[in-house]
């Protein structure tokens, strides 16, 4: 047997190990107890600049706390690696961790340029490098985009997404008042996972015509919408979207088929199928016919979803390869800002 095969089978059959850097609250409300849950991973570390919230995180946990170290490079292996460090604060951790054999998930967002995303996923194999798009494994997504493959109502016309309020919600983070750190507002940290969803489900292969209108005000999105044609195996659709920090823009995509209409709750797992005179026909939001539903369902599944594309070297939905256009999507938008 090759020296490659058997490190195959020792990765197959192994309990993964994993370090966490940065511990805010996406890590200490979800990933931990999720990580925590599993039988095939063990969480090795935790470290964090603010290295008095990672010790209060790592005994709440009963788990170990490192002092972030100076030198990086003397950071324990792992196998994997979570980066949820400020988006702004991650090229260090990237400089170091390329020369590992670790794989790595980094918690979105993950570039603000196409050319960034494509760099990034230059530095580690497809399989061992995911993005925290979780929601792609949310049961309602799972079922829609087996509609659009199969074309259960016909060729996909449209979709429409809204998202935002005019309420701001920070969720406790401390560099959201720095746009660098940040990287952006409500497009890059908050829209962007419905507009991934949208090219997601819908099998987007390319954009190729924008008008877009994006408010920017000291760095940070605040506002932005407009249409996006885009392409997937079966032709042309368009995304229409807004998002917003300045209104009310709604909640929710909204798929319109040649024969039907279907909308998805942001908010809530719930799928309505309705006709095209708003009619509702059918609501699907039981349990039994729909999994996962709930937050921690989807983000394990997510993470056994990447588990596997580590063990088998093989990249699926979990890959940061399979978002690009995400990214080119985001740049574009970002592009037309006024107001900067």
């Not at 935790?46 to 030198?71: F, K």
Request: aromatic share 10%; hydrophobic share 40%; charged share 20%.
């Amino acid at each position: 047997m090759s020296s490659y095969g058997r490190a195959a089978n020792r990765i197959q059959d192994k309990k993964l190990t994993v370090g966490i850097i940065g511990v805010g609250d996406v890590v200490y409300k979800s990933h931990l107890p999720t990580l925590l849950a599993m039988n095939d991973v063990f969480v090795a570390w935790v470290t964090d600049r603010d290295h008095d919230r990672a010790e209060q995180v790592a005994r709440s946990y009963r788990i170990e706390s490192l002092r972030l170290p100076d030198q990086l490079v003397t950071l324990p292996f792992t196998d994997i690696v979570l980066l949820a460090a400020p988006y702004g604060t991650r090229s260090p951790y990237y400089e170091v961790l390329q020369h590992r054999n670790s794989a790595l998930y980094v918690e979105k967002p993950i570039a603000r340029s196409a050319d960034e995303h494509r760099h990034l996923c230059s530095l580690f194999s497809p399989p061992r490098l995911a993005i925290g798009f979780q929601r792609r494994s949310l049961g309602p997504v799972v079922l829609l985009k087996n509609l659009v493959n199969e074309s259960v109502f016909g060729h996909l016309n449209r979709i429409e997404f809204r998202h935002g309020s005019s309420a701001i919600v920070t969720s406790g983070k401390s560099f959201v008042s720095d746009a660098k750190l940040a990287g952006g507002g409500v497009l890059f940290e908050h829209g962007i996972h419905g507009l991934d969803l949208a090219l997601y489900i819908a099998g987007a292969k390319s954009a190729h015509s924008y008008h877009v209108n994006t408010i920017i005000d000291k760095g940070f999105d605040v506002h932005a919408e407009g249409q996006v044609a885009l392409m997937n195996s079966f032709g042309q659709f368009i995304l229409d979207f807004k998002i917003s920090w300045l209104t009310e823009p709604g909640e929710g995509l909204t798929f319109i088929f040649e024969h039907a209409v279907v909308t998805m709750s942001m908010a809530e797992p719930r799928i309505l199928l309705k006709s095209h005179d708003g009619r509702v026909l059918l609501s699907l939001t039981d349990s039994s016919t729909i999994y996962p539903l709930t937050g921690f369902q989807t983000l394990w599944e997510y993470w056994r979803s990447f588990l596997a594309a580590v063990r088998s070297e093989t990249a699926n939905h979990t890959s940061a390869s399979t978002s690009l256009l995400t990214t080119e999507l985001i740049e574009q938008i970002c592009a037309q800002g006024a107001g900067e």
